[in-house]
């Protein structure tokens, strides 16, 4: 680790966490005045009344919902980030491939050591396609999340017997695990998608639940995000999946999210011989059950 990079993946003094701003100086207090005497009375003052600008609607009218839609639909997708949950002992086999491969690819030359999906699961991505009648299954692609609190890896940090779920991944603590995080626009790229093989999908729910609608072409999946993220925590968001086609490269992960400072030693000595070094960054939160 570099001296002058702190645990949050910051460098120098840049971290607000490690490096706090000095709480400003409370102003000197003026003398006290002796009040003037009167004969007359004092007016009651008035209590002051708080008025909305003109032109400002109030929270939840119809107009602030409205100005909220609008906002999300001018938002830039490409800048969002996307979250992959892996476990620890899966990231040396990543840094070897130099990239995260799909289920179904045919690179594959060891499997994982932790798989985190149940058979059960995994045979049903393997299954389902991405669209009606390609031979494109979800397991062609690789997952990522739109949250760091989303469902299914809430049902691991706070040890839910979710069915999707191996055994193994149960029964691991949150602090074994890593999120790999980049954005849309690293894993998209500028090229045109081919309709019988899209590059990205975007999924509002479960790949594999029954009520789960696939955007597969680019505009589609570009419309889905934008409705889905006009609000960070919905339900929609949380199930959501954004597919990538094949393969990630590892040099498109802009980050790696650790639980504490003894799994980033960790993180950070297995990055060391590699071409791509990401930040690894502490912040407890994302590994944490909600409350």
Not at 11 to 35: D, E, F, H, M, N
Not at 68 to 79: H, L, P, V, W
Not at 256 to 274: E, P
């Amino acid at each position: 680790m570099s001296v002058d990079e702190c645990i949050h993946g910051m460098v120098g003094t840049q971290c607000a966490v490690c490096y706090p701003k000095p709480a400003p100086a409370a102003p000197p207090k003026a003398p006290a005045s002796r009040p003037a005497r009167t004969t007359r009375p004092t007016a009651t003052p008035r209590t002051p009344v708080t008025r909305r600008a003109a032109g400002t609607p109030a929270e939840g009218s119809p107009t602030a919902r409205s100005r909220a839609a609008q906002a999300a639909r001018s938002r830039d997708i490409g800048e969002q980030r996307i979250y992959h949950v892996t476990h620890i002992g899966n990231l040396s086999l990543i840094l070897e491939a130099g990239r995260l491969l799909a289920d179904a690819s045919d690179d594959w030359t060891t499997r994982p050591d932790v798989d985190i999906s149940s058979a059960d699961n995994r045979a049903s991505r393997r299954r389902i396609p991405v669209v009606a009648g390609s031979e494109l299954t979800v397991a062609h692609y690789v997952p990522f999340f739109l949250s760091p609190n989303a469902f299914v890896w809430e049902s691991i940090r706070s040890q839910h017997a979710d069915p999707r779920l191996s055994r193994a991944a149960r029964g691991a603590s949150a602090y074994d695990f890593v999120i790999l995080v980049t954005t849309v626009k690293q894993v998209t790229g500028d090229e045109a998608d081919d309709p019988d093989t899209p590059t990205i999908v975007a999924t509002d729910g479960d790949a594999v639940a029954a009520l789960t609608r696939f955007g597969a072409a680019r505009e589609t999946s570009t419309r889905m995000l934008r409705t889905m993220l006009s609000d960070d925590e919905s339900d929609a968001t949380l199930r959501a999946e954004l597919l990538v086609h094949r393969a990630v490269p590892f040099d498109r992960v802009s980050l790696i999210g650790v639980a504490n400072d003894k799994v980033r030693q960790s993180v950070k000595a297995m990055l060391g011989a590699a071409a791509h070094r990401p930040k690894v960054a502490v912040y407890p939160p994302w590994f944490q059950p909600a409350e």
